[in-house]
């Protein structure tokens, strides 16, 4: 079955870039897209097929898929944007999630 | 706006049943495939399953296969999961989610969009 791979935390200061990465094989040749969940929330959509933001969702949110790897990208990264954050791809009529990526802005 | 709510769930022994709904209301529920998306405690999301928009193609997550089913009723605006034979493993935050889909030549892009708020399953004695 088809895996996506995220590292387990990443951390930012203020202001700073951020960058998410999943990696799954041949992930370039899939369509990736990004949720965010905030403590106790609903997940929320920031990032679908690769780069395009639903509306609603801040400039700084920015996707890429290339290779084996996509990678959510959070510009001028603010303390609001603090959640955990889960890549997402579509194989053989099944959905996959990445293990989620926990945002901290320090 | 476009929304879905979730409910039905509860405290049910190892082996029960529980049957999970869904409102969905905003957006002409008929053309939209539909999904069930699981959330263990202080765990990450876990696909559970999809249903097309007429029911036709339906889906499962292996963990689920044979004992969970999901419908729908267009004329209710409703989704549904029925959960037979159920497991400790099966505790966990129950979200409803609309799917989009985007297709071009032999490829195909899916999101979930919007998500409920989610409903709380526990399997435990």
């Known amino acids: 079955s088809y895996e996506l791979t995220q590292p387990p935390s990443v951390s930012v200061s203020p202001g700073q870039t951020a960058s998410i990465t999943c990696s799954g094989d041949k992930l370039g040749d899939k369509y990736a897209c990004w949720y965010q969940q905030k403590s106790g929330q609903s997940p929320v959509l920031v990032i679908y097929q690769d780069t395009k933001r639903p509306s609603g969702i801040p400039e700084r949110f920015s996707g890429s898929n290339s290779g084996n790897t996509a990678t959510l990208t959070i510009s001028g990264t603010q303390a609001m944007d603090e959640a955990d954050y889960y890549c997402?791809?579509?194989?053989?009529?099944?959905?996959?999630f990445g293990g989620g990526t926990k945002l901290t802005v320090l | 706006e476009v929304h879905v709510v979730e409910s039905g769930g509860g405290l049910v022994k190892p082996g029960g049943s529980l049957r999970l709904s869904c409102a969905a209301s905003?957006?002409?529920?008929?053309?939209?495939?539909m999904n069930w998306v699981r959330q263990a405690p202080g765990k990450g999301l876990e696909w559970v399953s999809s249903i097309s928009s007429s029911s036709s193609y339906i889906y499962y997550a292996d963990s689920v296969k044979g004992r969970f089913t999901i419908s729908r009723d267009n004329a209710k605006n409703s989704l549904y999961l029925q959960m037979n034979s159920l497991r400790a493993e099966d505790t966990a935050v129950y979200y409803c989610?609309?799917?989009?889909?985007?297709?071009?030549?032999?490829?195909?892009?899916?999101?979930?969009?919007?998500w409920g708020q989610g409903t709380l399953v526990t399997v435990s004695s």
């Open positions: 905003g957006f002409t529920f008929s053309t939209y495939d």
């Open positions: 989610a609309r799917e989009e889909i985007y297709t071009s030549g032999s490829y195909s892009a899916k999101w979930f969009d919007p």
């Open positions: 997402q791809a579509w194989d053989s009529n099944t959905v996959v």
